[in-house]
Structure formats: structure tokens, C-alpha cells
């Protein structure tokens, strides 16, 4: 990309990077790096004294331009490379999600930032491009129309009617909800509301809203609502179930790869002396966790409480029937 063609914005953040690192550039020489007419230079210094408050002397020894304040930064978006590499990642990861609502606008927030940076920066993070990849598995597609007017009704405080797809019972149905907060949990959107129709927070999966409607009623989030609490109030995005202190054995083997993460804020392992080990948490006993346990299939078993560990029983039992 020619220097001429490109925008005041980034010639300016090259100067402020020539500054900030005392290359002590002079006027000639910065229209020729920028090919600009050497009177531009003028203005653009002059606009970063006066408009952006930046100490810019000029050193007469040196015959350039220096900041008089020793580390002083630009007070304008300044990214280190290291920063930019992180919002790369994050580019690349919003990439393997098909119908990810935001996927196209940061892509586009990603190429401006790279384009009011130097070139350097920007060479280097394309030989990343071959380094870095991301394989969240499938996840549930989102109308783009849907996230928006959900993120505008939450920062509004829009009380709004939603027809939803609810999965368990394979209907419809009509609701009016006070949109709280959007999650993103395991590559899939969720929306926490409160619903009328319920009169408790849900959690809504964001791609099986079928209509969104705004009304003209507006809605306060209740000061007792902790979010916090909330998502902790269950094993994962189910919500409910009943509270027990849950022991779970997992064998040496699969107990290497349990040890490698925090499942909850109560857990306690105990470590056993042939290399197994129990894990205890006290957690709601939900779908969610049932399927979680049996998912490690015979390197896992619940022991505690009797109650679940006898539900469990029977689901392995239905399983080990489905290969009679």
C-alpha cells in the first residue's frame, strides 16, 4: 500500500512510533517515507501539538523532532503487537463459527486497526495467518437481525415478545421476556431473561428464537439480581435441578486429564493412593451433569449421594440395553 494513499490517521501513528522510539525524524524526511508534500508534514505535527496536547520539540543537534516527555504515548487507540496478535486470535476463532453474528463486523474493526499501524506489525501478523487455527466443533447458527435487536433491547432496557422454539417439549411458544445478558457458553449464544410467562430469569437459546418483537415497555433490571449467582446456580447452562454433595470416582487414567481444570467453585478432590481420584461439589443435579459423568464411561462413577448414584444405574443400564 503506497505511503501517499494512505489516511492523516496512520501517518500520524507512525510519527508518534518514530517519537516514542527517538528516531528524531525531521520534515524532509518524513514526506519522503510518507511521499507527501513536506507542508502536510507541517500540518500533521501541528495537529498533534494542538489538537492531541503530544510535547513535540525539535532537536536542533539532531535536526529533528523528539517528545519532550520521556515515555510519553499518543492519547489514541495504540496497540502493541502482542495486543494485536490477541484480537488476530480472536478474529480467527470467530472465523470457524458459521453464523456467528459479530464475525463479519470485528473482521472488519480488525482490518482498520491493522491498516492504522505500521507496516511491520501488519507483516508479522500475516505470517500467523499459517500458525494459529481453532476447531470449536458445531455450534447452533444465529440470525445476525435476532443478536441485534436482542444487544440494542439490553443496553436499552426494552422489554420484548419472543416466539421460541422450546426443544424439550418440540412446541412453540409465546413469550414477553426482559432481556437481562447474552452468554456465550461451549461456541453456542444465550440469552438470560427474565419471562413473564415463568416469572423467573431463563435461559434462552438464542438460535431457536423464531420472532423478536420490540414493545413500547421498558423494564429495570432488579437490584437483587446477581448474574453471577445466577450462572453458578447450576453444572454447566442447565439451570435447577436438586442440590447434593456429589462425590465422583474417576480412575488413574481418566483422573490425569480431570486434574488439568477447575469444574466448580465448591469441588474438593481427594487423591487416592493408587492414582484415582474423588472429586466432591456441591452442585444441582441436572441433564447436564448426569451426561457429563457418563461421558467419561467406565473411567468415571458417581458414589454420592445413594439417590443418584442408583439414577445412574439405570441410565447406564438403558445404555448397555441400546447394544443388546
Known amino acids: 500500500m503506497p505511503f501517499s494513499t ?54 536542533r543537534k539532531r535536526n529533528g523532532y523528539h517528545y519532550t516527555e520521556e515515555g510519553y504515548i499518543l492519547p ?70 435476532i443478536f441485534d435487536r436482542l444487544t440494542r433491547a439490553i443496553s436499552d432496557g426494552r422489554r420484548l415478545r419472543m416466539t421460541y422454539f422450546t426443544q424439550s417439549r418440540n412446541e412453540l411458544t ?22 413473564h410467562l415463568r416469572g423467573c430469569p431463563r435461559d434462552f437459546a438464542i438460535s431457536r428464537i423464531r420472532v423478536l418483537e420490540e414493545t413500547d415497555e421498558f423494564f429495570v433490571i432488579p437490584a437483587d439480581f446477581d448474574l453471577e449467582a445466577y450462572l453458578s446456580s447450576g453444572f454447566g447452562i442447565e439451570k435447577g435441578g436438586r442440590p447434593a454433595d456429589v462425590v465422583i470416582w474417576f480412575d488413574p487414567y481418566q483422573a490425569r486429564w480431570i486434574r488439568e481444570k477447575q469444574w466448580d467453585e465448591s469441588e474438593v478432590r481427594e487423591e487416592r493412593a493408587d492414582g484415582s481420584l474423588l472429586l466432591r461439589m456441591r452442585v444441582p443435579v ?15 462413577a458417581v458414589l454420592e449421594p445413594e439417590w443418584l448414584r442408583e439414577e445412574m ?12
Open 6 to 59: 494512505r489516511p492523516p490517521f496512520r501517518r500520524i501513528i507512525e510519527i508518534d512510533y518514530l517519537l516514542g522510539q527517538k528516531k528524531y525524524p525531521s520534515a524532509p524526511q518524513l514526506a519522503e517515507r510518507f511521499e507527501v508534500d513536506i507542508r502536510t508534514v507541517y500540518r500533521d505535527i501541528e495537529y498533534m501539538r494542538d489538537q492531541l496536547g503530544a510535547p513535540i520539540g525539535f532537536d
Open 286 to 300: 441436572t441433564g447436564e451433569l448426569k451426561r457429563w459423568v457418563l461421558s467419561y464411561g467406565s473411567h468415571a
Open 313 to 324: 444405574k439405570e441410565e447406564a443400564g438403558k445404555v448397555l440395553g441400546n447394544y443388546s
Open 76 to 145: 489514541i487507540l495504540r496497540l502493541t503487537e502482542g495486543e494485536l496478535v490477541a484480537i488476530f486470535l480472536a478474529e480467527r476463532v470467530l472465523a470457524q463459527y458459521s453464523g456467528t453474528p459479530y464475525y463479519a463486523r470485528l473482521k472488519s474493526a480488525f482490518e482498520k486497526i491493522c491498516n492504522s499501524l505500521p507496516e511491520t506489525v501488519s507483516l508479522n501478523l500475516s505470517l500467523a495467518a499459517g500458525s494459529f487455527s481453532f476447531q470449536p466443533g458445531p455450534v447452533r447458527e444465529t440470525e445476525t437481525e
Open 174 to 195: 409465546q413469550r414477553l421476556i426482559d432481556p437481562y445478558h447474552v452468554l456465550n457458553y461451549g461456541g453456542d449464544w444465550y440469552l438470560i431473561a427474565h419471562c
